[in-house]
């Protein structure tokens, strides 16, 4: 499994948003969109704030590969699902966004950390070239 470097990372969490692309089935990606990504640990984590219904989101699911550009960085990356086994995470994960964004209406960052957010937890990895 590919990682990423500390410097992707780095960058990545320093951004306040990215653009995101599922791969669709015939291999065209689909229409990028801008979200919020915050980082735990060496993982990076992404969220719909629509919840599971929206249609980048069910993109993801359909083939579990895409694209982002982000701070000078562009990645074909893979969607995974949140590890089950860690405990915690969400409210986590919450919290992250709750400080990275801050600055933002409490309105926006409810949308982000609501429990229908949660539900579309998404975590980006690297695709091994």
Known sequence: MATWTNDELDKIAGSDELRIASLRRDGRLNSPRIIWVVRHGDDLYVRSVNGRDSAWFR??????????????????????????????LDDDLDAAYRAKYRRYSA?????????????ATIRLEPKES
């Open 107 to 119: 309105s926006s960052v409810g949308h982000i950390t609501s429990p229908r957010a949660r539900a």
């Open 59 to 88: 993109g993801s699911q359909v083939r579990r590969e895409g694209y982002i550009q982000v701070g000078g960085i562009s990645k074909d990356v893979t969607f995974a699902d949140p590890d089950p086994a860690s405990p915690g």
